[in-house]
């Protein structure tokens, strides 16, 4: 059955890091277009970060640049996004989304995808 299970949220300071993962089942990581998303309270889901599984560098909204990593493993059949040098404005509900695809999209948009986690809270406080 398709399925993606995000887990690794939780609280942490600011400077602190965290890292999600995105177990997917049912389907493989081959061909591709994973992401992730947050979305704040009061605020619109934003697209945080992609990766095409097969191939080609990936991608990531300019707030996160140089803090943030997303890789996958596929052998465990995961994604993860690791996250460092955690700021106040990073926190909000994370979910992982999967689409068969043979690019991901630029910019990211929610309509794209049509598999999504049930989303991890990630806080980050002072």
């Known amino acids: 059955q398709l399925q993606l299970v995000e887990s690794g949220g939780g609280s942490v300071q600011d400077g602190g890091s965290l890292r999600l993962s995105c177990s997917v089942s049912?389907?493989?990581?081959?061909?591709?277009?994973m992401a992730w998303f947050r979305q704040a309270p009061g605020k619109e889901r934003e697209g945080v970060a992609s990766?095409?599984?097969?191939?080609?560098?990936?991608s990531y909204v300019d707030s996160v640049k140089g803090r943030f990593t997303i890789t996958q493993d596929d052998a465990a059949n995961t994604v993860y996004l690791q996250m460092h040098n955690l700021k106040r404005e990073d926190t909000a509900i994370y979910y992982c989304?999967?689409?068969?695809?043979?690019?991901?999209?630029?910019?990211?948009?929610?309509?794209?995808?049509?598999?999504w986690g049930q989303g991890t809270q990630v806080t980050v406080s002072s």
């Open positions: 990766i095409y599984t097969t191939g080609g560098s990936p």
């Open positions: 989304a999967a689409e068969s695809a043979s690019k991901c999209p630029d910019p990211l948009r929610r309509k794209f995808f049509g598999f």
């Open positions: 049912g389907f493989d990581l081959r061909a591709k277009c």
